[in-house]
């Protein structure tokens, strides 16, 4: 089984900061098959990014995903009030599907 | 518009049994695989497994198997997970999502929240 380490715990920033979240595999990722969720209090997860890098429909253009092999980022370039959230890598390619534990966007 | 439903919120005492369901509709139900999701009180999601309604091909992750079944009918266009003997430990939230083609998790039910207590 994948395992996926995300850091920091919690990330406290301003709106308008830009937001580095990583995520660690336990095992090279093949084809980069990492994505990232964002979820809300009360809320399902949403989808923000899959591949590595690619942006799910509708998602605005400061979410960008990037890494390969066992280390990847999610950056938020410019945060929005209604980005302050919880964030959850997943691995989309190995079985089972594995999630990280998550990282918090706080306000500052 | 794709749509995945979830049953109500369900309250429970240990030892009963219970099924839960997950109705599609917007797509061709057959054709995606629908998984499973558990997240406790506080804390992060968790993989439980995955079916392929087409044909019932089931996938469990290793914690969870054993400890629920997930089944699917297809002429119904709904997907179930199912506990046999329930512990307050199965206090949680489920969601079910579908899987997309890479396997991205694009489309999600609203949950349905399990209280087991005594």
């Known amino acids: 089984e994948i395992v996926l380490t995300q850091s920091p715990g919690t990330l406290s920033l301003s709106p308008g900061e830009r937001a580095t979240l990583s995520c660690r595999a336990s095992?090279?990722?093949?084809?980069?098959?990492l994505a990232w969720y964002q979820q809300k209090p009360g809320q399902a997860p949403r989808l923000l990014i899959y591949?590595?890098?690619s942006r799910a429909t509708g998602i605005p253009d400061r979410f960008s995903g990037s890494g390969s092999g066992t280390d990847f980022t999610l950056t938020i370039s410019r945060l929005e009030p209604e980005d302050f959230a919880v964030y959850y890598c997943q691995q989309h390619g190995g079985s089972p599907r594995t999630f990280g534990q998550g990282t918090k966007v706080e306000i500052k | 518009e794709v749509q995945l439903v979830q049953s109500g919120a369900e309250v429970k005492k240990p030892g009963e049994s219970l099924k839960i369901s997950c109705k599609g509709s917007?797509?061709?139900?057959?054709?995606?695989?629908i998984g499973w999701v558990r997240q406790m009180p506080g804390r992060g999601l968790e993989w439980m497994g995955i079916i392929y309604p087409g044909d019932s091909d089931t996938r469990y992750s290793p914690s969870f198997q054993g400890q629920v079944t997930i089944s699917a009918d297809k002429s119904i266009s709904t997907a179930y997970l199912q506990w046999s003997s329930l512990k307050a430990s199965d206090t949680a939230m489920y969601y079910c999502?579908?899987?997309?083609?890479?396997?991205?998790?694009?489309?999600w039910g609203q949950g349905t929240q399990v209280t087991v207590s005594s």
């Open positions: 917007g797509y061709t139900f057959s054709n995606y695989w």
């Open positions: 591949g590595a890098s």
């Open positions: 999502t579908r899987r997309e083609e890479a396997g991205q998790l694009a489309y």
């Open positions: 095992q090279s990722l093949s084809s980069s098959y």
